[in-house]
C-alpha cells in the first residue's frame, strides 16, 4: 500500500474500500483527530475520509484535518 511520507513519517494513503467501493483518504494515527467525516470503523490507529468519485476532491476538507 503507498503511503504519503511528510520527514520520514507516514501521514496518509489513498485506497478503495471493499464494502462501498469507494476511494478514501487513510490518515495515520486518526485516532488524535476529532473531525466529524473521518470513520473509524474496525481500525486501531487509522481514520479514514470517503471520497465521493462523482464530485471533487475536498482539498480543503482534506487540509483542515491535516491540519
Not at 478514501?24 to 468519485?53: F, S
Amino acid at each position: 500500500m503507498p503511503f504519503f511520507y511528510y520527514k520520514g513519517k507516514r501521514i496518509c494513503y489513498l485506497w478503495v474500500h471493499k464494502k462501498y467501493r469507494q476511494p478514501y483518504l487513510g490518515i495515520v494515527d486518526g485516532t488524535w483527530i476529532a473531525h466529524p467525516d473521518l470513520l473509524m470503523e474496525n481500525r486501531t490507529k487509522m481514520k479514514i475520509l470517503l471520497i465521493n468519485p462523482d464530485e471533487d476532491i475536498p482539498i480543503q476538507k482534506i487540509n483542515t484535518i491535516l491540519k
